[in-house]
């Protein structure tokens, strides 16, 4: 089973595509916009997600640690 967050890697500014359930919910700039992208989706509880979970998000490029932009 895939998962149903998926970040993708920092652009040239630091930002991330974030998308849900296979939907473009919202682009980052930090672990805590992912949340407020999940509630306005509808996700119950969107502020206890463990964004660490691979069987729930997958972060592509590099993990939640880096928001630092692409060179």
């Known amino acids: ?3 149903k967050l998926v970040v ?3 652009d040239e500014n630091g ?3 974030v998308r849900y359930d296979g ?3 919202g682009v980052a700039h ?3 916009d992912i949340r407020v992208f999940l509630a306005a989706a509808g ?4 502020e206890d997600v463990d964004l660490t979970d691979p069987g729930f998000v997958e972060w592509r ?3 939640p ?3 630092e932009p692409a060179k």
């Open 61 to 63: 490029g590099s993990g």
């Open 30 to 32: 930090r672990p805590a």
């Open 8 to 10: 993708y890697p920092p």
């Open 15 to 17: 930002w991330r595509r």
């Open 1 to 3: 089973m895939s998962a």
């Open 23 to 25: 939907v473009a919910i």
């Open 43 to 46: 996700l119950e509880d969107a």
């Open 65 to 67: 640690e880096d928001w």
